[in-house]
């Protein structure tokens, strides 16, 4: 099965920072037409850890994420989180084995 995620963790303290940062850079890229983009990210608070993060960002492939890393655009929204996190972020790079719906 293809597929590829990439699971950020971080520490904030300005999640409707990074919320906005994001949204801004879901509207520039969609807004556009040129190159592979995330086919979804979902933004996720750990109940446990009010400062603790996670963002799950799904791409169609391997190579879609590496295109997409390599982007200027991508570049600058990334510095932009890291400026919004509480110390450095963590990056998990998982190829898609399985995927399930349930009805």
Known sequence: MAGFVQIIEYRTSRPD???ALA???RTKR???DDGP???RS???SDRDDATRYFTVVEFA???DAMENSARPDTG???AALMELCDGPA???DLDVLQLTSFA
Do not use: W
Request: aromatic content about 16%; proline content about 4%.
């Open 76 to 78: 600058e929204f990334a």
């Open 90 to 92: 963590t990056f998990h």
């Open 17 to 19: 920072d990074v919320a």
């Open 30 to 32: 969609e807004a556009g």
């Open 23 to 25: 949204d801004a850079y």
């Open 61 to 63: 492939s391997y190579e």
């Open 42 to 44: 979902v933004m996720c």
């Open 37 to 39: 983009r995330p086919v």
